[in-house]
C-alpha cells in the first residue's frame, strides 16, 4: 500500500502492527489469492477505529488491558513432518498440532483421504482448491461490519486451516486441533475455515494451551459454514496459561435444514475478551450454543454470544453456565437477533453464574433485537450462590462443607458436560473444575 495512500486515510494502527510489518508478511511466499486477501483486509483494519472502554462492547473489558504493545507475532508458521503425540491422538483420524516454531498434520489412518475430506493449511488449499477458498475465507459468515479485531486477525493471521467435508459424508471420528504455545511475550493469530458439505456429518475437536509462566497473546478467528441439512459439531477447550491473553472472533453460518452444534469451554487467560456468532440462514436451520466458563483468582472473563436469525422458520437454543470465585470476574452478554421477515423462530437463550467469594463478580446482560413477529424469542439469567437448602441436605446426608460445596459446583456444570462428545475432554473439564475449586 502505498504512502500517498495511507496518508489519504484516517490510518489507526495496533502498536506495532502497522503497514512495516503488513509489507513484511506479504512479501512472504504465498498464494496470491491470499495476498489480496490480506491486503483487503488490511485496508479495513487501518480505517476501524481501535476500541475503547467508551464502545458499549468493550466498557466492562478494557482494551487497555491486553498488552498488544509489547507481544512480538509470531513468524508465519512453517508446515512440519511431526510433532510429539498427545495422549488422546488416536481417539481421531487426524490430528493437527501448532506450536510456536511449526505445525504438523498428523494422519493415523487414510480415512478422511477415502472419504475425500480436505484437511490442509489454508496455503495449501488456496493453492489446490482456490474456488472453495476464495468462496468461503473472509466469507458470508462474517458481519457485514469488521470490528478492529475480526480485520486484525484477516490481516495478520500466522497460520490457517482449512477443512471441507464434501457432501453426504459422515466423519465420526473427526480431526482434533492441539495448540501448545511456549514462547514468551508472542501473538499467535490462528485461522480455522470450516466448510460441511450437505448431509454430512462431522465433528471436530479443539485443545489450546499455553506455559502457565510465559505471556501470551492470541487473537483467534474460526469461520464455519454448515451447508443444506448437514450436521457439524465443534467442541473448543480453552486452557490457554496463566499470562495468558485472548480476543476471539467466531462466526457460524447455517443454511437450511442444518444444525450447528457449538461448545466452548473457557478455564485459561489473564485476561480474555470472546465473541461467538451464530446465524441460522436457512429455513429449519437450528444452532445450539452451549459454554462453561470458570473465573477464579483476579482472572476476568468477558462473553458475548449473537443468536441470529435471518431467515424464517429457525430455532437457536443456548446455555451458558459460569463461575467466579476469589475476585475473578466474568461478563455475559448475549443477544437475540430477529431480521425482518425471520417469522416463527424460536430461539432461547440461557445464562447461569455462580458466585462463590464475597469479592467476586458475575455481570449478565441477556438481550433481544426483534424485527419480526409472529415468533417466540426469550431469555434467562441467573446470579447466586450455592444454595443453602442443598448444602445442608448434602451434609445431612453426611458429607462435610467442603464435599457438599463440590458436588454442587460440578452438578451445576454437568448439563453441558454431558453434552461433550469426546471422553478425554470431559475428563479435562472435570480436572479444571475441581482445581478452580481447590485453588
Not at 446465524?279 to 477464579?296: C, E, K, L, Q, Y
Amino acid at each position: 500500500m502505498s504512502e500517498a495512500l495511507l496518508e489519504a486515510q484516517a490510518v489507526d494502527t495496533l502498536p506495532g502492527f502497522d503497514e512495516t510489518l503488513f509489507a513484511a508478511i506479504q512479501a512472504e511466499p504465498q498464494p496470491e489469492m491470499l495476498k489480496r486477501k490480506r491486503e483487503e483486509a488490511f485496508k479495513d483494519y487501518l480505517q476501524i477505529a481501535s476500541p475503547t472502554n467508551r464502545d458499549e462492547e468493550w466498557r466492562r473489558t478494557d482494551p487497555a488491558l491486553f498488552p498488544i504493545a509489547e507481544v512480538k507475532r509470531l513468524a508465519t508458521l512453517p508446515q512440519v513432518d511431526a510433532l510429539p503425540a498427545g495422549p488422546s491422538d488416536d481417539e481421531f483420524d487426524v490430528v493437527i498440532a501448532v506450536q510456536a516454531d511449526g505445525f504438523a498434520i498428523m494422519r493415523n489412518n487414510d480415512t478422511p483421504e477415502k472419504l475425500g475430506i480436505t484437511i490442509s493449511s489454508l496455503a495449501e488449499a488456496a493453492e489446490q482448491q482456490p474456488e472453495l477458498v476464495e468462496h468461503y475465507l473472509q466469507g458470508k459468515a462474517l458481519p457485514a461490519t469488521s470490528g478492529k479485531f475480526e480485520a486484525f486477525n484477516d490481516a495478520f493471521w500466522n497460520v490457517g486451516f482449512f477443512v471441507h467435508i464434501p457432501e453426504k459424508v459422515e466423519w465420526e471420528r473427526g480431526l482434533l486441533i492441539r495448540y501448545h504455545i511456549t514462547e514468551p511475550d508472542s501473538l499467535l493469530a490462528p485461522r480455522l475455515v470450516v466448510v460441511a458439505g450437505r448431509n454430512s456429518r462431522a465433528v471436530i475437536a479443539e485443545h489450546l494451551e499455553s506455559a502457565d509462566d510465559i505471556r501470551f497473546v492470541a487473537v483467534p478467528e474460526r469461520e464455519l459454514y454448515v451447508d443444506e441439512s448437514a450436521n457439524f459439531k465443534l467442541v473448543s477447550l480453552q486452557e490457554w496459561g496463566a499470562q495468558s491473553y485472548q480476543i476471539t472472533n467466531d462466526w457460524g453460518l447455517v443454511q437450511r435444514d442444518a444444525n450447528l452444534n457449538w461448545i466452548t469451554l473457557n478455564f485459561g487467560t489473564t485476561r480474555s475478551k470472546m465473541k461467538f456468532g451464530s446465524d441460522v440462514a436457512g429455513p429449519g436451520s437450528a444452532a445450539d450454543m452451549d459454554g462453561i466458563f470458570f473465573a477464579s483468582g483476579d482472572q476476568h472473563m468477558d462473553q458475548r454470544t449473537l443468536q441470529i436469525h435471518s431467515s424464517p422458520d429457525t430455532y437457536s437454543r443456548l446455555l451458558y453456565k459460569g463461575a467466579v470465585k476469589d475476585i475473578g470476574r466474568s461478563v455475559y452478554q448475549g443477544l437475540i437477533i430477529a431480521r425482518p421477515g425471520a417469522i416463527r423462530v424460536d430461539a432461547y437463550q440461557t445464562n447461569n453464574n455462580l458466585v462463590l467469594d464475597n469479592g467476586a463478580r458475575a455481570d449478565s446482560i441477556p438481550g433481544l433485537l426483534i424485527d419480526a413477529d409472529d415468533l417466540k424469542c426469550s431469555h434467562g439469567s441467573t446470579i447466586g450462590n450455592l444454595d443453602p437448602e442443598q448444602l445442608f441436605y448434602l451434609r445431612s446426608r453426611g458429607l462435610d462443607e467442603e464435599a457438599a460445596r463440590r458436588a454442587l459446583i460440578l452438578g451445576f456444570f454437568e448439563e453441558v458436560i454431558d453434552r461433550i462428545p469426546q471422553a478425554f475432554i470431559r475428563d479435562i473439564v472435570h480436572r479444571n473444575i475441581e482445581a478452580k475449586m481447590e485453588s
